[in-house]
């Protein structure tokens, strides 16, 4: 591998001979041809998406599905399926309001793991005090793992959501995602993946994993900051309701009501 190429192609690093680089798993640095992309989206495509019938706004709008259908491809989905977000924490608060908010109730239960990003936490914090939701943990080992045994007693009926992180951004450890979605499935649970850590570094296929949600950051896998993407199933998309109101999600607006699309 040429290093030297590697560094020349990030422009912040090329122009610092001493800087060695080592908080990507906070945000990646960004190379020329990415930025040169942005550079020229601004010069040469800037318009609104699905909003406009001139050949700018179509030009802007094939790029922006392209993106849809790259993703989709990059995660092993259906281009339905793959939604734009800021970032991975904007998508783990989606699930939680939109999914979580619409079908948690008293005493039901929500499953996380002891080492959570406060992503994959707060959210579901915030969320079970407004629903009168319990919050549960898998622990981890002397070694950093997860206690998988743990489950038996924890993945009760009453767990409705299993939330896991897939590669912890502190330990580095990759947890056995399809192991628990596949324990969680068994008591009818929802599963969702913090996968802000692991789609930079593994081949990721949302189906194989057998989750609903997979969250990620464009920003830690040498992306724009500002650019994410959430993964659901589609059946389950389906039976959610709006995170955020605006444009390009409805139907039709009337002063007292509106209907989605």
Known sequence: M????????????????????????????????VLEALDRYYKELNANVHRGAYRLSVAATEAYEEARRRMARFLGAEEREIIFVRNTTEAL??????WGLRNLKEGDEILVTEM???AGLVPWHLVAGLKGARIKAIPLTEEGRLDLSALDTLLTERVKVVSVVHMSNVLGTINPVAEIARR??????????????????????????????????????????????????????????????GGEMIREVHVDRSTYA
């Open 116 to 118: 959570e990003h406060h």
């Open 2 to 33: 040429d290093f030297t190429s590697l560094r020349e192609a990030f422009p912040l690093i090329a122009g610092r001979p001493g800087l060695v680089y080592l908080d990507s798993a906070a945000t990646s640095q960004k190379p020329k041809r």
């Open 184 to 245: 969680a499935k068994e008591v009818g649970a929802l599963v969702v993946v913090d996968g802000a850590q692991s789609a930079p570094h593994l081949p990721v296929d949302v189906k194989a994993l057998g989750a609903d949600f997979f969250a990620l950051s464009g920003h830690k896998m040498l992306g724009p900051t500002g650019a994410g993407v959430l993964w659901g199933r589609y059946e389950v998309l389906e039976g959610m309701g709006p995170f955020l109101g």
């Open 93 to 98: 608060n989606l699930v939680a309001y939109a």
